[in-house]
């Protein structure tokens, strides 16, 4: 039998429990966002369900915030050790631009990208730290989801691959795509049965079309201005360069929409198949419509505050007028930044997820009921490191 997902979400109800539990993180310095994002992840995961039955997130905020504290701990002593290394020889970030010379200027700008590479295998491992985590925290129909230990496997993968993705100016970016996710997905289990991921990652080069259009495009604006005598961008390069980006930007999201569907389409679990068929079309639609919405509703929410305050300075104009002046705009500022989150997940986090979920069949859904219950996932840190580097700081 072939089910589809599905996703029984309501916007007043996220947006109501996305917003106070904002305000919460403010006032606690940003805290609570442990305890947020742990909330809203359950009431995503419930809204979603396959045959009539929800799926169930069973993390807590308590395990997210420890998780958290050591993985700063870890970062502390690590990025030190680095500094430390870069200090023996001869390389330090923190330098004056104004008496330093040239060779200590070059020497700052080596140690800044060494610092910052130095963060990559943390990142990638985060990465699979916190996929891990979700899927330990994660059940339906009481059965469990688990992912094999494999976090570093995967960095040093991650890198290679990146490596080779540098050097052949992205063409090897599928390549990248396919066998990190692969390498993911083959650790992968719902109770005691393994998914596995196949296909071909040439494949992946249909998805890349427009990107590379894209590319080609900004590639032919520098070539304008190189063959121009004068070396200076006339209209042709300003037109070029503009479409080149526009058409980069928009291949970039058909990329990722389309290589899921292709990689969710391959995938398996024993004897269950999918298959998912999302539309780019309605992915760029959310982004835009939800984000020219967000856009007007904050620019006259904030309008209409700071006219307000403005209009009582005016009126009062003291001292103690002007400080409470500053606490408002501090304030006002601050709740506008948390309504945009809460706009943000309800008017586009929720409608793309939504499209998502009920664009993916599941077939063969009655092998699930062979599938037995796997034991409790051991030594899963409650992706600290991805908190720590603000990795996947959505759901």
């Keep these: 039998m072939d089910l589809t997902p599905n996703y029984r979400g309501q916007g007043n109800a996220l947006f109501s429990l996305a917003f106070k539990t904002g305000l919460l993180t403010v006032l606690t310095l940003g805290i609570y966002r442990f305890w947020q994002k742990t909330r809203i992840r359950k009431y995503i995961w419930s809204s979603t369900n396959l045959d009539g039955d929800g799926f169930e997130y069973t993390g807590t905020g308590l395990e997210k915030f420890l998780g958290f504290l050591l993985a700063i701990v870890i970062l502390a002593v690590y990025l030190g050790l680095v500094q430390m290394a870069l200090f023996f020889f001869g390389l330090n970030i923190f330098v004056d631009p104004e008496t330093a010379s040239q060779a200590e200027v070059l020497a700052q700008i080596a140690a800044i990208y060494i610092s910052a590479l130095a963060v990559m295998p943390l990142v990638y491992y985060a990465q699979y730290r916190a996929r891990r985590y979700k899927m330990a925290r994660t059940r339906w129909r009481s059965i469990r989801f688990g992912m094999d230990r494999g976090a570093w496997g995967y960095a040093f993968r991650a890198i290679g691959y990146g490596l080779l993705t540098i050097v ?24 005691t049965e393994r998914f596995k991921q196949g296909g071909k990652w040439t494949q992946l080069y249909k998805a890349m079309l427009h990107m590379l259009i894209g590319l080609a495009l900004l590639i032919a604006g520098g070539a304008t201005i190189f063959l121009d005598p004068y070396q200076q961008p006339g209209t042709l390069s300003l037109l070029l360069f503009f479409a080149g980006y526009i058409w980069f930007l928009i291949g970039t999201v058909v990329y990722f929409v389309q290589s899921f569907a292709y990689l969710m389409s391959h995938k398996t679990l024993g004897y269950v198949s999918f298959t998912a068929t999302p539309r780019t079309g309605t992915i760029i639609k959310h982004y835009v419509l939800g984000g020219l919405a967000i856009g007007l509703i904050l620019a006259v929410v904030f309008g209409m505050a700071t006219s307000l305050i403005s209009a009582s300075l005016f009126m009062v104009q003291s001292e103690t007028a002007v400080v409470l002046t500053m606490v408002g705009i501090v304030l006002i500022y601050l709740f506008v930044i948390v309504m945009m989150q809460a706009l943000s997940l309800v008017m586009i986090t929720q409608p793309i997820l939504q499209h998502i979920i009920k664009s993916v069949t599941v077939h063969n859904t009655d092998a699930l009921a062979d599938i037995q219950q796997r034991a409790a996932e051991q030594g899963v840190d409650a992706e600290g490191f991805a908190d720590a580097l603000d990795i996947g700081a959505a759901i």
């Design 168 to 191: 052949s100016l992205g063409i090897l970016t599928p390549l990248m795509t396919f066998k990190l996710e692969q390498y993911m997905a083959n650790r992968s289990y719902y109770g």
